[in-house]
């Protein structure tokens, strides 16, 4: 097994902290009550900043394999900003995972909107909106950054360098 994996003694406890972890994560359960910084600098002896891009390499793989799409994209995106900031974290900021390229869907648009900034949003967007059933959104910042909410979930911070999938649902 990868050097990378070495630090795993007990493989149950560990895919049952990361179930925990990713449910917490996208569906705001609540399960996961650790520290991932904590954790990864009790090993760190172990771990390198290119363990990371290989992490997700394989994290691309499972959750494709695993799961439709368009929910694929969305956990993949999250990945890679959890990633940034653990390597960031575990060793400086010139470490920062960079954003990967997104996952394109096989699905086309049917719409789009014109570009609108902070003054031209339209009202709907900047309450409680929901999307057609079926319909997800790709959320494109062109310059600077936002925050974006989706009902009982921690708020996701849009920048140009991360468009974020956004699913059908109260947001």
């Known amino acids: 097994m990868n050097a990378g994996f070495a630090a795993v003694t007990d493989w149950d406890d560990h895919l049952e902290r990361m179930t925990a972890f990713w449910g917490s994560m996208m569906m705001s359960t609540g399960r996961y009550k650790g520290n991932p910084v904590a954790m990864h600098l009790i090993h760190l002896e172990r771990i390198h900043p290119g363990m990371f891009e290989r992490w997700l390499t394989l994290w ?3 959750t494709l394999d695993a799961l439709s799409p368009e929910v694929a ?5 999250r990945a ?8 960031s ?5 010139d470490h920062a995972v960079p954003p990967a390229r997104p996952l394109e869907l096989a699905s ?14 339209p ?3 900047l309450q ?3 999307l057609r059933p079926q319909t997800w959104a790709k959320l494109t910042v062109l310059e600077g950054s936002l925050h974006y909410h989706l009902h009982s979930q921690p708020a996701i911070e849009a920048d140009a360098r991360s468009p974020v999938i ?5 947001h």
């Open 80 to 87: 890679v900003r959890i990633a940034s900031r653990l390597s």
């Open 60 to 62: 691309r793989k499972v």
């Open 123 to 125: 009202k709907p967007h």
């Open 89 to 93: 974290a575990l060793f400086g900021s």
């Open 128 to 130: 409680s909106y929901r």
């Open 166 to 170: 956004i699913p059908p649902a109260p």
């Open 108 to 121: 086309r648009p049917y719409r789009s909107t014109p570009v609108f900034d902070e003054d031209t949003v």
């Open 73 to 77: 994209a969305e956990i993949q995106s």
